[in-house]
């Protein structure tokens, strides 16, 4: 049997003897369990403090509220229950299934008889059927429906795919951090951003670091620089080495010198150096958009010996794309592309040299990003290198970053990610 948390509040409360105790104040389940929260009381108001009814003392919720005793016992708090109506009910949530934010306008429960539990938590009803329940025309509603021959629309969300977000205590559940965890950075970008700030902040701290770096390189730009504040600055340290060097150099290009300078401190030399580098170049040049992790590999290789060498090469594992690889001789010059692809279909002892493209595309670290972005659409690129007078390889252009010059943020993250 199902009901509605709408149908229970401000509704009257009888104990076994059929004697009014009050109403029905809120509803309490227990917030630590994953799946469907069993029900752990009810708080009864009658003009004083809230009064607690354990859930073993009801017998019914629907129609009527019905305890299986005279004497109820108190229920004592034990600190970890959700008060529905208090921290739930018209307070956004995450639907981990569908990914989005979503207001709750009802929350269904119903009766089962396991393990003496009767009531659990079933889901949220973020549609307008909830809403006109609350407003007491859910009936009127179904009959117009029916008489247009449709169904009426319902948006319930089991409770199992849902992770609360509450504005007194921001990110209260220990289940919400996992489930919201394990969705795609984009999602959580999406989700952050679509959330007032202080909220979002929360949510973003209570992330692991890799998660955080990888969220905030799909954050909108106006609002990184102020997510980033808000981290201890070890951490945004920290954040700042998970993310790609030229996200990393672009987030900091907005922070103030003084707050650059501290945290360029704390990171590892070898991110910060790559970091640096990127910031002596403007803004909107290959050099200030390029990212300095990209696979290598030296000239005079067989393809089996290149396939090794990649599979130690700590530069190959930063790069998380891999699509080319780039033939360098002494002091970084380039020689030769070669794509990930022909590597690996190509015989072991077939010479690097003889399969590689060496009439490829190059751009000077002081091209500008839409001569790059025009580049990278003529030849069909994924990447193009960043070569100096002396042709040695600096870095890359990934075709994402390439087309941030003429194409809105909000766009982009729509494509696919291909770096």
């Not at 009936?139 to 795919?161: S, V």
């Not at 595309?361 to 994924?382: D, F, G, W």
């Not at 993250?413 to 291909?418: E, N």
Request: glycine share 6%; with cysteine.
């Amino acid at each position: 049997m199902t009901t509605y948390l709408s149908q229970i509040l401000g509704k009257p409360v009888w104990d076994a003897k059929g004697q009014r105790l009050g109403r029905c104040a809120d509803v309490l389940v227990a917030e630590v369990e994953t799946g469907f929260p069993s029900l752990r009381a009810i708080a009864l108001r009658n003009g004083k403090e809230p009064h607690l009814i354990g859930a073993e003392s009801i017998a019914w919720l629907t129609p009527s509220i019905i305890l299986n005793t005279a004497d109820p016992p108190t229920y004592e708090t034990r600190g970890d229950e959700l008060w529905l109506a208090r921290q739930v009910l018209d307070r956004q949530i995450v639907d981990t299934e569908g990914r989005r934010l979503v207001r709750v306008n009802d929350l269904q429960l119903t009766r089962v008889s396991t393990n003496g539990i009767r009531y659990h938590l079933a889901g949220a009803d973020v549609g307008t059927l909830g809403m006109l329940r609350r407003l007491g025309v859910e009936g009127l509603a179904i009959t117009i429906f029916k008489l247009l021959r449709r169904q009426p629309p319902e948006a319930i969300i089991p409770w199992r795919d849902v992770a609360p977000l509450q504005a007194d205590q921001p990110i209260r559940l220990r289940v919400s951090f996992e489930k919201i965890s394990e969705l795609p950075p984009a999602d959580i970008a999406d989700i952050i951003e679509d959330l007032d700030r202080p909220t979002g902040e929360a949510l973003l701290q209570t992330l692991d670091t890799e998660t955080i770096a990888d969220t905030m390189q799909e954050i909108e730009p106006d609002l990184q620089a102020s997510m980033l504040r808000t981290l201890l600055p070890e951490q945004a340290a920290d954040v700042l080495e998970e993310m790609g060097p030229d996200d990393a150099a672009d987030l900091l290009a907005d922070l103030q010198p003084t707050q650059r300078a501290k945290l360029l401190e704390l990171m590892e030399d070898e991110d910060a150096l790559d970091v640096k580098k990127l910031l002596t170049y403007p803004e909107d040049t290959a050099g200030g958009i390029m990212t300095t992790e990209f696979a290598t590999i030296p000239m005079g290789l067989t393809v089996g010996e290149a396939l090794d060498y990649l599979r130690r090469s700590p530069a190959a594992h930063e790069d998380e794309a891999l699509y080319y690889v780039y033939v360098v001789a002494e002091m970084q010059k380039l020689q030769g592309i070669i794509t990930l692809r022909d590597l690996v279909l190509a015989a072991p002892d077939v010479r690097v040299r003889d399969i590689m493209e060496t009439g490829f595309i190059t751009v000077h670290p002081l091209r500008s990003q839409r001569e790059v972005a025009r580049l990278v659409a003529k030849y069909n690129l994924l990447a193009v290198p960043v070569v100096d007078d002396q042709e040695v390889i600096h870095g890359i252009v990934t075709v994402d970053d390439a087309i941030d010059a003429i194409i809105p943020t909000a766009w982009k993250k729509r494509l696919p990610r291909v770096f």
